[in-house]
């Protein structure tokens, strides 16, 4: 890592950097420290100044905190403001990279159904809004599915020394639920809510319950407009598990009567699911 930093080696480092991490997993927490700050110190300095567009190092990366951070446990949040921005710059990044490698993508392919067809144009439904309907699959796809993979695991073992990066991982989140056109990015987004919900739980803010019950609801909502798009009853499914562990992370945050309206709109759901199996 210190040695080989010629573009030419990027992959290498990559790898040294998964090699590293993956040795503190089989050695353990105690084992590991003797080494984790020269190690972290020098996963920043990569990460914050040697990344470029598509550039190998960071799919390891986004792997690699994951790992740390189930090793290290709270011992690793001194370094969280030294290491989140960042990784939420790279994950910008990457999006932004996906969608223009996928818009790429649909209009090579248009292109070819207009040579085939002999047109200069051919119709093509838009949906609103930002949302890419490209199903092309990408490296970038997978550098997100990682990075929002991470993200869950940091909620997961920080918990409260997590929080002053809940809100712009909540925005992230949301933001791949709504516009992600892959549905395991989705899935995975969707099932990282309720851990974002239990954390703010932990908060020692004095309007914490109104917080949790704001956000419980935007959740549940967000994930129950999400299913209402699906057509495959095993998507349809997993936004309703996502729902599920998010009420069951926030409590009890419904008053009587949003509890009576939304069994009536569950129950809605259901029937036009037995209707649509009918046909």
Known sequence: LNSATDKRYKGIRGHCIECLTL???????????????????????????????????????????????????????????????????????????????????????????KEALGMDDVPVEQEGGDKLFYTTNTSETQEILVGVDMMNTFLKFLGKDYIPYVQRTSELLVFLINNSSNDEVRFAAAQTLPEIVKVLKCSDEPDKDSLVAITTKTYVNLLWMSQAEEFEAVNIGKFIHGMKEVIMAGGRYMTQEEITLFSEKVIEALQKSDTRKLD
Not at 61 to 77: D, E, S, T, V, Y
Not at 81 to 88: A, H
């Open 23 to 113: 040795m503190g997993l089989g050695i353990g927490e105690e084992e590991f420290l003797k080494c984790a700050h020269e190690v972290i110190t020098k996963m920043i300095e990569i990460q914050t100044a040697d990344l470029v567009e598509g550039d190998q190092q960071r799919f390891f990366l986004l792997a690699a905190w994951k790992r740390i951070c189930q090793l290290l446990k709270g011992r690793f949040a001194p370094y969280l403001e030294s290491i989140v921005p960042s990784i939420f710059s790279m994950m910008d990044a990457i999006i932004a990279e996906e969608k223009a490698k996928k818009k790429k993508s649909a209009d090579n392919e248009l292109n070819d159904i």
